[in-house]
């Protein structure tokens, strides 16, 4: 009979890490018992636990010699060794009884986030962020030497060892599987994972197994064809291991879905239903020598699984683990005043420290419950539970949730660029004046800005009527009495020459005329100085009408009428799409989409156009909806320099509204790929490139991110900087790479982005070489990122 995963049950609950369970193994045999299982925590803590009887094991040895959290745990047989990678970048070995490291590898620059054993005694190969693998060999008398395997393009997530074949295998977030020979030399490339590949399991016959964030384990032959795909997981897989307990063929995968699952790797089938786990990430899975399961995860709870009903856990304790899977279940849809309970921070949030006194946070905890913390004097206080009152989400109680209450409206205030940016809530019905006093008091403000603030609210919130507001049409900046931006304009009151766009002489901020006020920034500073994450989208606004005219007249001039001549009225009425506010003329679509059949020569003052009247919702839903303009747009991205820069403006302007971020997001990896693949240019096409990956990274900030698109962007950005030179343009990319890492896929990125060394070299460079006033900023934001990094 095939093993099934439906015969395990909860055999126990390992309890003794306070934040999650990044790794485990399977170690040696206890004395007179079965085998020690290791963890590793983002408590920086790894911790042996030895069986006693049955399903029963105590806590013997906690280490704790590393400076940051545990990415990984190997032990190896043959030495007896237990070996940790870690975010500190070093990797720890002790003797299997020891309480002290026997040695502490230290060479990789980035964190270590891979271990195996290695092809001779003593010997070790490791991966890391820092887009290498090291394979260390550590002498009787401690001397240690490596041979660095270098080829990878972005960070190396998992290694392997194939002894019969004695070669090295890893794989890494570019996508890739090498295999490598012991001198470190490539000797076979393996592709077709669709994203970071996160694990490698050598197999009988010279396979291999290997998972990624593809959600996808692929089955590869000796002769490295990806001959099966097992899939299941619906998200990222973190680990898998060999259950040889049951068969050579059967592997044990884990993931961010919550899920354990058994795999027949030869015939593809999924064997038996997943156990689903009450926490969000099941980060390692090792399997015992008795066929028993370990699994690590995202609540710190080390558990152990069984078929053998011996070892299987009381009926009340199998019942309690039940119980919580039901509630983990409930909690992935669960909303607390619109926020998913599951997207919000675990206790390691608390790690951090508070940006300003009295700061709130909410922190989702391992019982399911949500709690309010308070920043104050210098440590979270808890401020007590957080409940949705109406029992709805945003959408169906119309509330938003701030401290654990509920209001009409919270509104995001911007007070400084090197804090986040603070709440003001309001009720309908609500004294604007009084609401605006408590905000003042709150948070310390001049008592000068009252009215200001209450004009605001006034405005924001469809209350009563304003006393004494401004007369700007539209969005008012309650601090300044002015207009902050104006959706759809072509100008806005942006101090500061360093926002100034360099190739049309006026301010490049605009934003999305479908933004919701509840979401708008008030600034209490120039967004000359705001660094990331930034939330106002930047357009290429700026336009000589009269120029672009005349320069289409003599191309029109030039043609037939087979060609694509038009007469002079429908280019004047073509000219008038560039007007900041222009009217949906059918004519005056279908003359431009005539236009763009010109030949690619006289196409850049037609792009041009389209660029200016992209940035309407309306006139870019008609011309997609009706006539799917982008597919005559997108290919000039490997036309002329001319035709690139204007395609780069026109796609960075589509991305501020909805319509155009949804129709440029299914193109996504084939418009990025054509941009790629320019590898030269004027700093305007230089910035205008920048600028549609910034704008992009606005959109997934201010959304829920989307790690296909993170991934994307990032890889796009960092091609971009291989080669651009210009000033502008690096400020903006190093703002679209700080937008990502504040998003859940921030590891992600910074992963990415330390493993290419030119570019970290140059923003190094950029960051500490001094730069006049106007690009001041470029220190700064390069300051902010390597602090993140």
Not at 268 to 290: E, F, K, M, T, Y
């Amino acid at each position: 009979m095939e093993p099934t995963l439906d015969h395990y049950k909860i055999s126990c609950e390992l309890l003794g890490h306070s934040l999650d369970v990044r790794a485990v193994a399977a170690g040696g045999n206890a004395e007179g018992a079965g085998q020690i299982i290791v963890s590793g925590s983002r408590d920086k803590s790894t911790k042996l636990w030895k069986p006693i009887s049955g399903n029963e094991y105590i806590e013997s040895v906690t280490l704790q010699d590393h400076k940051n959290f545990i990415s990984y745990i190997c032990y190896l047989e043959s030495e007896q060794w237990i070996c940790t990678a870690s975010n500190d970048a070093t990797i720890c070995v002790y003797q299997h009884d020891a309480f002290v490291p026997l040695i502490t590898l230290k060479g990789h620059e980035s964190t270590v986030c891979a271990l195996a054993g290695g092809l001779q005694a003593r010997s070790i190969i490791s991966g890391s962020w820092d887009k290498t693998a090291r394979v260390w060999l550590i002498s009787e008398t401690g001397d240690v030497t490596f041979v660095t395997l270098q080829g990878h393009e972005a960070a190396v997530w998992a290694v392997a060892t194939e002894s019969a074949q004695q070669k090295y295998i890893t794989g890494g977030a570019d996508k890739c599987i090498y295999y490598w020979n012991a001198r470190g030399e490539k000797l076979r490339l393996l592709k077709g994972h669709t994203d970071c590949v996160r694990g490698l399991i050598p197999l009988p016959a010279n396979s291999l197994l290997s998972c990624g964030n593809d959600a996808v384990l692929r089955f590869w032959n000796e002769d490295g064809e990806c001959v099966r795909e097992l899939n299941g997981h619906t998200n990222y897989i973190y680990a898998m291991a060999r259950n040889q307990a049951l068969g050579e063929h059967i592997v044990v995968s884990c993931g961010e879905d919550s899920t354990l699952r058994m795999w027949n790797v030869i015939t593809g089938d999924q064997l038996g239903a997943p156990i689903l786990h009450p926490a969000i990430s099941v980060w390692s899975v090792a399997c015992l020598r008795n066929g028993d399961i370990v699994t690590g995860c995202s609540d710190g709870v080390v558990r152990v699984f069984s078929q053998d009903p011996a070892r299987q856990a009381t009926e009340s304790v199998r019942a309690s683990f039940e119980m919580a899977v039901s509630t983990h279940k409930a909690q992935l849809s669960e909303d607390i005043g619109g926020v998913k309970k599951t997207d919000l921070p675990g206790p390691e949030a608390l790690l951090s420290n508070g940006t300003r006194e009295g700061q709130t946070k909410m922190v989702r905890h391992v019982d399911g419950s949500v709690k309010c913390y308070s920043w104050e004097l210098g440590k979270w206080s808890l401020v007590g539970d957080v409940t949705g009152a109406t029992g709805g989400t945003q959408e169906t109680s119309g509330k938003k949730l701030h401290e654990g209450k509920e209001y009409d409206y919270v509104f995001n205030v911007d007070i400084s660029d090197t804090e986040p940016p603070i709440k003001l809530p309001y009720n309908r019905g609500e004294d604007p004046w009084q609401a605006a006093q408590q905000f003042i008091h709150r948070n310390n403000l001049p008592q000068a800005y009252l009215d200001q603030v209450a004009n605001f609210i006034v405005k924001n919130s469809e209350s009563a009527p304003v006393v004494a507001t401004q007369s700007t049409a539209g969005y008012q900046d309650p601090f300044t009495g002015g207009s902050r931006y104006v959706p759809g304009s072509s100008s806005s009151n942006v101090g500061g020459s360093g926002n100034m766009d360099p190739f049309t002489g006026s301010s490049s901020y605009s934003t999305s005329s479908s933004q919701r006020p509840s979401n708008i920034d008030v600034n209490f500073v120039s967004a000359s100085d705001k660094h990331f994450p930034v939330s106002t989208y930047r357009t290429f606004d700026t336009c000589d009408a009269n120029k672009v005219l005349e320069k289409m007249k003599e191309f029109n001039n030039k043609l037939t009428s087979a060609e694509g001549k038009v007469g002079d009225e429908l280019l004047l009425a073509v000219i008038r799409l560039t007007d900041k506010s222009p009217e949906v003329d059918p004519t005056a679509l279908e003359a431009l989409l005539l236009l763009l059949k010109w030949p690619p020569g006289m196409l850049f003052p037609v792009l041009d156009v389209v660029r200016l009247a992209v940035r309407h919702e309306a006139i870019f839903s008609l011309l997609h909806n009706s006539h799917n303009f982008l597919s005559s747009v997108i290919p000039q991205l490997s036309g002329a320099a001319a035709n690139q820069l204007m395609v780069c403006r026109c796609l960075a302007n589509a991305l501020t509204h909805r319509s155009g971020r949804q129709q440029l997001e299914t193109q996504l990896p084939h418009i990025v790929e054509l941009v790629s693949g320019i590898r030269a240019g004027s700093p305007n096409l230089q910035i205008a490139i920048a600028t549609f990956y910034l704008n992009l990274t606005i959109s997934q900030t201010l959304s829920v991110a989307q790690s296909e698109v993170c991934h994307v962007v990032t890889s796009g950005l960092l091609e971009l900087l291989k080669w651009a030179k210009d000033l502008e343009a690096w400020y903006r990319a190093m703002q679209a790479i700080g937008n990502l890492t504040t998003t859940p896929c921030g590891q992600e990125v910074i992963a990415l982005v330390v493993s290419v060394d030119h570019v970290m070299d140059k923003l190094r460079e950029l960051t500490n070489t001094p730069q006049d006033e106007n690009f001041a900023k470029v220190n700064m934001v390069g300051q902010a990122l390597l602090a993140v990094f």
